[in-house]
């Protein structure tokens, strides 16, 4: 009986090394997170951001593969690099909130794009963020040329 003991031993911190990793691997920075969720998304792999998020971030990514699948939309072969990610965390109520603020580059142009995160179960998930203003699926003119007056 005495023999079972090194190996229960054994087994146990076998057992805790491996817990160990696996939370590691699961509590991922928020930084982290932001920079895997922008590369899925801009390399098509819509389906692993999606893994990144909540339920109303995968709404959004839902509405986003209708739009880069339609017949008329283009591929888009742009690869982004980040630049720089800053992330300031918030508590509201019993959430845990960060909103991060990632400096992008598309080979064009620097720009600006902010993603919020929620903590759940001590894990950090892309969140959709409320949207403010309207949206337009088209381009449109929002406003009527203005008449010419004809010469007489």
């Not at 918030?90 to 400096?103: E, F, M, P, R, Y």
């Not at 309207?134 to 008449?147: R, V």
Request: aromatic share 8%.
């Amino acid at each position: 009986m005495r023999s079972l003991s090194p190996i229960l031993l054994f087994a146990g911190c076998l057992w805790a090394t491996s817990l160990l990793i696996a939370c590691q691997a699961k509590d991922a920075a928020p930084e982290t997170v932001v920079q895997e969720y922008i590369h899925f998304v801009t390399t098509g792999q819509l389906d692993n951001a999606a893994s990144l998020c909540t339920p109303a971030g995968r709404a959004y990514l839902s509405a986003l593969r209708e739009v880069m699948e339609a017949a008329d939309a283009s591929p888009d072969s742009v690869v982004v690099a980040i630049r720089k990610v800053n992330c300031q965390t918030t508590v509201s109520g019993a959430i845990d909130t960060v909103l991060c603020q990632c400096l992008e580059y598309d080979g064009f142009e620097e720009y600006e794009n902010t993603y919020r995160l929620v903590a759940i179960d001590h894990k950090w998930w892309v969140d959709a963020l409320p949207q403010e203003g309207s949206t337009h699926t088209e381009e449109t003119i929002l406003m009527p040329a203005q008449p010419t007056e004809e010469k007489n």
